[in-house]
């Protein structure tokens, strides 16, 4: 296959499972076989272009994660701030699980595959804030490390949103509770 004919063919998986994610209420709907028949492609095309349904979920789920925090201008403004490292973790992880439990269709489909099986370099918006807050008292590593349980611990906590809400009376749908929730976390691992 042609690297022009892939490409289109990625698109149009992508927007034909972004079209039935948009248009079910469950992500156990949107199949390999539904995503190829309305994409107009042999079965076969989600595995050679992505290597599993799960994969082109999760690609589908950045996409709308980018859509989303290109609205999100709380996010870019903390970004841009002067706030420290900490805060402007708090900021990244509070918006983030915002979009995710907002989009929650989406992150229920693809939560299980970003934790057992991307790769986990992806996914480390925050380190550049990690190791600024340790500023060289924790080796890359250590950063890397602290950067990758904390967006676990947040995808985790989102992907079960609704038990920590019935067992702990924890809501993180609510902005106070999300923060709060989000900044002892991130305290924690930050300490030391």
Not at 97 to 117: C, D, H, P, Q, W
């Amino acid at each position: 296959m042609e690297k022009r004919d892939l490409e289109r063919t990625k698109e149009l998986l992508i927007t034909a499972a972004e079209e039935l994610m948009n248009g079910c209420d469950s992500a156990d709907k949107v199949t390999s076989r539904a995503i190829t028949q309305r994409a107009g492609v042999n079965l076969a095309m989600i595995n050679y272009c992505f290597g599993s349904r799960e994969e082109l979920l999760y690609r589908v789920f950045l996409k709308l994660m980018a859509k989303a925090q290109n609205k999100e201008p709380e996010l870019a403004e903390i970004l841009r701030s002067e706030a420290a490292p900490a805060e402007k973790l708090i900021g990244i992880h509070c918006t983030m699980m915002k979009l995710m439990i907002e989009n929650f269709n989406y992150s229920r489909a693809v939560t299980g595959f970003i934790l057992m099986n991307r790769d986990i370099s992806r996914g480390m918006d925050g380190l550049p804030f990690v190791e600024a807050h340790f500023a060289g008292r924790k080796t890359p590593e250590e950063c890397r490390l602290i950067t990758f349980q904390l967006t676990s611990l947040n995808e985790l906590a989102v992907l079960r949103h609704k038990e920590l809400r019935e067992m702990c009376s924890i809501d993180l749908s609510d902005e106070v509770q999300r923060k709060k929730f989000v900044t002892e976390n991130i305290m924690r691992f930050l300490e030391g």
